[in-house]
């Protein structure tokens, strides 16, 4: 008998050790995602301007968890700082931003792209 209260004793601390892990593990990814975006405020700052977008239409399309905008599904750009409202995917938007360098040997889902504005079409 003592060694089933035993044995349930120490069951039930590793359950709670297992829950305490999983609440800290939650509470570090709610950090990591606050100081990801607040970097992306500066989003691309280290590549330089290769050139800009005025007004240009594209749909929305999500890859993974990252969001892009195509253009007549010939160029897709990586805006770093689309808002929450666009990130949804097959909105028609209308843009207009930065259009950043891709580094050399670097292999990227979309070119990488700063926005100054975005609205729906």
């Not at 970097?39 to 990252?66: E, Y």
């Not at 666009?86 to 259009?99: A, D, R, Y």
Request: overall charge neutral; charged content about 25%.
């Amino acid at each position: 008998m003592l060694k089933c209260i035993v044995v349930s004793f120490s069951l039930l601390s590793l359950m709670t050790c297992n829950r305490i892990n999983t609440e800290k593990i939650s509470e570090n990814e709610s950090v990591l995602k606050e100081t990801i975006s607040e970097l992306q405020k500066d989003c691309f700052a280290d590549r330089k301007t290769t050139g800009t977008l005025s007004n240009v239409s594209g749909t929305t399309m999500k890859i993974g968890d990252q969001f892009y905008i195509n253009i007549m599904e010939t160029k897709r750009y990586h805006p770093c700082n689309i808002p929450e409202e666009f990130k949804t995917e097959n909105l028609n938007v209308t843009f207009s931003g930065e259009i950043k360098e891709i580094f050399p040997h670097e292999r990227r889902a979309g070119t990488p792209f700063v926005l100054d504005k975005i609205s729906l079409n």
